[in-house]
């Protein structure tokens, strides 16, 4: 079955560090052109956080620019989120999403199940 699979959610402390995987498992490399990581609270609306696209294009939302680093590893069909100086308001449930093409907007088509992100003392 293809599909994509989160990893590496948890608690954390503010200021810890958390590192999410995404894997296309069952997908053929080089399959997607851009990959993005989106993450929702409830009663609000799933928000893009970064993405990265096959042409080196990358993009984080200003409230993670310094602290969040998104990157690709082709051979392994693998992208990350690595996530530093967290913040309490960075809890949230963080999904990993993919589209064929490389068009630098936040619509994706392909989704994971998510995986829960707490910080909290």
């Known amino acids: 079955e293809r599909q994509l699979v989160e990893s590496g959610g948890g608690s954390v402390q503010p200021g810890g560090s958390m590192t999410l995987s995404c894997v296309a498992s069952g997908y053929s490399r080089r399959v997607f052109g851009s990959m993005a990581w989106f993450r929702q609270t409830p009663g609000k609306e799933r928000e893009g956080v970064a993405r990265?696209?096959?042409?080196?294009?990358?993009l984080y939302i200003d409230s993670v620019k310094g602290r969040f680093s998104i990157s690709h590893d082709t051979a392994k069909n693998t992208w990350y989120l690595r996530m530093n100086d967290l913040k309490p308001e960075d809890s949230a449930m963080y999904y990993c999403?993919?589209?064929?093409?490389?068009?630098?907007?936040?619509?994706?088509?392909?989704w994971g199940q998510g995986t829960q992100v707490t910080v909290s003392s």
């Open positions: 999403a993919a589209r064929r093409d490389l068009m630098g907007n936040w619509t994706y088509n392909y």
């Open positions: 990265i696209n096959e042409a080196g294009g990358i």
